[in-house]
């Protein structure tokens, strides 16, 4: 089977043999993150991390708060650039390519890995220029046309198309919660991404419109690779494939999740989802 | 009376009713086992002061007036001011004399009437200003007593300072409110004059302005009261040219400043602009008065302009456009740091570089805040009278180039109440009106500004 250029598996301490499986099925991951270590000033948020990300599946990041799990996601994008004092060590890699090397275009990597933030911040702008935002900045439309292609099949594809086809030039902050975030999901696909990471998607929302965009995520898995941070451990049980438990800014244990769930390796992972902590 | 005397009477008292039920709470708590109290014996102490204090000095500020009318009836009815003229100056002059004389007596004397009546006037105010005195200690007398017998160790001391705090407060915030209102009611009592002798379409809709001070007041010619000029050059110079140089620099400063400076060039640089609003508007009325019109003029001639004016609308507007920049600049500095760092994430997540995340995101996400800035500059602007002054012309001129000379509102009202006329003259008047205008478009700017600013802000919280 085809090998991945990172030959050497992720020296993590649970990692299950069966990912490796997974990984001589599959191919080569998508992402790929080696010795990934953060730094916010002075303070350490993530020791060496070393994780692969593969397409057609969801990866959900566990653990407790504060475990630096949404510090690692925003790194694969490199959305830690805005602040100031963070600093990223270790190699990240998207299809082989470090996305910290200095010829990175960072602008193309964001197009390439989009992002869906915990709480729904659609810009104050009609739902349809929400949509056409990505595309008109990146120049994914030659005509008006191609643009209203695109915008309808970006909401078609985040199920939201039935619910707003008939006010598309309504505001977007005027929404539910649910929708925004749908509408938020359906901008970072409208640029095609490969990858979509998202951070919470769901904790600022009603358990109805959870639930969508739980279903939502499930049909989007086939096309990209999706990283998922939760809080919620049945969230994660439902929709990835893969769950990586982070605990004090270590990668604790990663591994399928139907293992991670049933039969952790580590007792850590095991105290954190019986509930014993977190 | 004198002034200084009520306010050394209340605080004499009020100081001692502080330290007597102070010294009387401190008994209490030492005849008192419990630890708990309810109220501090300051509390006891202001509780006295403002009791004893505030009822007396209320009385005499009342007083002040009653007593000088009980005076001037006193010295009126004297036989001495029987032989004064019925009516007119003279009248007034000798009853201000002996006024005056009455308390500096070595002062100037030009009547003899004043002399005999300062005599009367002395001793008439000195009367009252004793029964002021008593019937104030009475009222602190009564007060007094009123506390003592409340004064126990169980009396809520601390409840009561607390509301009379209040009442105080309230009566300070009433001053600027009654202020406002006596201003407005002015404009508009002096504005309903105005308008009794030119008509209010002539004023507003006429376009020829040349008010003479000579005319009788019974041949008024309205139609030389045509205000369309000011209003104009007013708009000209505050709200068009001042803008064109004001909107763009302190958007993009704003912009710098919050996107990309680093904090250590944030630090300084934005006092320094913001020292831009502390310059005294004379200062700004010189530059551009003796730098930029005659440089503007200078260049004009050079581009074959003929018999350009020094005093232009040009020169008045960009040194005022100058003069606003730190108002612009400082509102959309606080609308764009008000947008959620979420729509600037969510925009950077997209792929979408700094510049276009800030254009296309972050400035129509600030706008509302932005304009309301403008508008309250705007408000500024045509308000603006120091610059206009010294850069502008008196010289009311319907025009649209920016190098011809023009005057505006604010000058106009200057000329207008600095010159001889008298103040029932049409000429005169004219100034209440045309402050009156002004204040009202002012009012509505800012009005609308401040809700736009609120509507913002709840948009985000």
């Given amino acids: 089977m085809v090998m991945t250029e990172y030959p ?34 002075e303070k350490q948020a993530i020791d060496s991390v070393s994780i692969d990300v593969f397409s057609e599946y969801v990866t959900a990041f566990i653990g407790p708060s504060g475990c630096g799990k949404s510090t690692f996601l925003r790194s694969l994008n490199r959305m830690n650039d805005t602040i100031a004092a963070a600093r990223v060590t270790g190699e990240i890699a998207l299809d082989g390519e470090d996305i910290y090397a200095s010829g990175m275009d960072v602008v193309q990597l964001r197009a390439r890995v989009g ?23 990146h120049g994914l439309a030659d005509s008006k046309a191609d643009l209203d292609v695109i915008v309808e099949k970006s909401l078609q594809r985040a199920g939201l198309w039935n619910e707003v086809k008939d006010r598309l030039a309504d505001t977007g902050t005027a929404l539910s919660g649910g929708q925004q975030q749908r509408l938020c999901i359906a901008r970072a696909i409208a640029v095609e991404p490969e990858v979509i990471l998202m951070d919470e998607p769901c904790s600022a929302l009603d358990p109805i419109a959870t639930a969508k965009i739980e279903e939502l995520i499930d049909d989007l898995r086939g096309n990209y690779a999706i990283v998922i941070v939760t809080h919620s451990m049945q969230q994660a049980a439902r929709v990835s494939q893969r769950t990586a438990f982070f605990h004090l800014g270590h990668l604790v244990e990663y591994g399928l999740t139907s293992d991670v769930f049933t039969n952790p390796a580590e007792e850590r992972t095991k105290d954190y989802i019986t509930g014993r902590y977190g | 009376m004198s002034p200084a ?90 009853l201000a004399e002996a006024r005056n004389l009455a308390s500096n007596p070595g002062g100037p004397n030009f009547y003899d009437e004043a002399r005999t009546l300062a005599q009367v006037y002395a001793e008439s105010s000195q009367f009252y200003t004793f029964i002021g005195v008593g019937i104030a200690l009475l009222i602190a007398g009564a007060s007094a007593v009123y506390v003592y017998l409340r004064l126990k160790p169980d009396l809520a001391a601390r409840n009561h300072v607390e509301r009379m705090v209040m009442g105080v407060l309230l009566a300070f915030s009433l001053v600027a409110i009654l202020t406002t209102l006596g201003i407005f009611a002015t ?48 708009l000209f110079i505050g709200a068009i040219i001042a803008m064109i140089v004001a909107i763009p620099v302190g958007m993009m400063s704003a912009i710098y400043l919050t996107q990309y400076a680093n904090p250590r060039f944030r630090a300084w640089a934005k006092p320094a602009l913001e020292v831009l609003a502390g310059v005294p508007t004379v200062v700004y009325g010189y530059f551009a008065a003796l730098t930029i019109g005659p440089a503007i003029r200078n260049v004009a001639l050079m581009l074959g302009v003929s018999n350009p004016s020094s005093e232009s609308a040009l020169s008045a507007g960009l040194v005022m456009g100058v003069m606003i920049i730190p108002f612009v600049s400082s509102m959309a500095d606080d609308s764009i740091a008000a947008v959620p760092s979420a729509m600037r994430d969510g925009s950077l997540a997209m792929g ?59 000058v106009q009202i200057v000329a207008l109440l600095t010159g001889e006329g008298s103040f029932d003259h ?36």
């Fill in chain 2, 352 to 410: 979408a570089t700094k510049n276009e995340t800030i254009r296309r995101v972050l400035v129509p996400a600030a706008l509302p805040g932005i304009v309301a800035g403008v508008m309250l500059a705007i408000s500024r602007a045509i308000g603006e009278t120091m610059i206009v002054v010294m850069a502008a012309s008196t010289a009311a001129n319907l025009s649209a180039n920016p190098l011809e000379a023009m005057t505006t509102v604010t």
């Fill in chain 2, 426 to 461: 049409p000429t005169t008047l004219a100034a209440f009106a045309l402050g009156f205008v002004l204040f009202l478009v002012t009012l509505a700017l800012n009005f609308i500004a401040l809700r736009v600013v609120k509507r913002f802000r709840e948009a985000y919280e």
């Fill in chain 2, 187 to 234: 404009l508009v009592f002096e504005t309903w004059r105005f308008f009794g002798m030119v008509s209010p379409l002539d004023f507003l809709f006429g376009v020829q302005w040349n008010p003479d001070p000579m005319s009788a007041t019974e041949h008024i010619d309205a139609s030389r009261y045509g205000a369309v000029p000011l209003f104009w050059g007013t």
């Fill in chain 1, 115 to 137: 992002m869906v933030f915990q709480k729904p911040n659609p810009f104050p702008k009609s739902i349809y220029e929400n949509i056409a935002y990505g595309p008109r900045i």
């Fill in chain 1, 8 to 41: 050497e598996a992720p020296k993590v301490r649970g990692a299950m043999p069966s990912i490796d499986a997974e990984r001589a099925e599959h191919g080569p991951a998508k992402m790929t993150a080696r010795d990934v270590s953060v730094y916010y000033g």
């Fill in chain 2, 5 to 94: 005397l009520p306010i050394l009477l209340a605080l004499g008292l009020g100081l001692a009713a502080w330290l007597f039920a102070r010294a009387r709470a401190l008994t209490f708590r030492a005849n008192s086992t419990s630890k708990r109290h309810s109220a501090l014996p300051s509390h006891f102490g202001w509780y006295a002061a403002l009791w004893v204090a505030v009822p007396m000095a209320l009385f005499l500020l009342a007083w002040g007036p009653i007593s000088s009318q009980l005076v001037m009836a006193d010295v009126l009815d004297s036989p001495a001011a029987q032989d004064l003229p019925a009516f007119g100056q003279q009248r007034m002059a000798i």
